[in-house]
């Protein structure tokens, strides 16, 4: 029987902080920062202490022990509890087994492309890839970031994850735009005549010279 996911994306990236050791709300935000958890989940210091909270009441977490420095303001910290850890295996070993049916928005515009011209879309996908290569780039820079302060890669193999799956989607957009542009993947034009004709006459003007 499949289980069900109870927690939110954040309470599971709150738990499984708070497995590790008892902390501070704050501290939680900066060790995930660290690990570019935030590429997976919206973290901020007031998403993860509303997680916590929330946590709390459902008596998955519990206040540890208050600290106090000085004049300094208290500093609240917090630990997992039995329930909390029962809760999070469960929760990780379902989204892990499942497979999940993702509905990215780029699938429902692949879907209804048929309804630009061909130019237009072999013209959108080539500024969809540059934006692809540029996440790449910005993923193998987070690679060599974690890397150089030596964070165990078992905490952040989702990035790992995340640039084979961008490198994937580069390598089919293009054979699409390759595809296109030779012709092999047949395309009609929807358009009406009156609309051919004004697509035709604004790129006249685009390209026609300054006087």
């Avoid at 060790?31 to 709390?56: C, N, W």
């Avoid at 509905?103 to 540059?130: F, G």
């Amino acid at each position: 029987m499949v289980a069900e996911v109870t927690l939110k994306p954040i309470e599971i990236a709150a738990l499984g902080l708070l497995l590790e050791r008892p902390m501070h709300p704050y501290e939680m935000y900066q060790i995930a920062t660290q690990r570019r958890e935030d590429t997976v989940v919206k973290v901020s210091p007031g998403s993860l202490y509303r997680a916590v909270y929330a946590l709390e009441q459902k008596e998955y977490a519990r206040v540890a022990q208050v600290e106090r420095e000085g004049a300094r303001p208290e500093r609240t910290l917090f630990e997992i509890t039995d329930a909390g850890r029962e809760r999070l295996y469960a929760d990780v070993a379902e989204l892990l087994r499942t497979p999940q049916i993702e509905r990215p928005s780029v699938l429902q515009a692949l879907s209804e492309a048929h309804v630009l011209p061909v130019e237009q879309v072999i013209e959108l996908l080539s500024e969809r890839l540059v934006e692809m290569r540029a996440r790449v780039v910005r993923i193998r820079a987070e690679v060599a970031a974690v890397t150089a302060l030596n964070v165990p890669e078992m905490y952040w193999i989702n990035v790992p994850y995340m640039l084979t799956m961008a490198e994937a989607e580069i390598t089919w957009v293009v054979a699409q735009i390759e595809r296109l542009r030779a012709g092999e993947l047949s395309w009609q034009d929807s358009r009406t005549p009156e609309e051919k004709a004004q697509t035709a006459e604004r790129k006249a003007r685009k390209h026609a010279p300054n006087p």
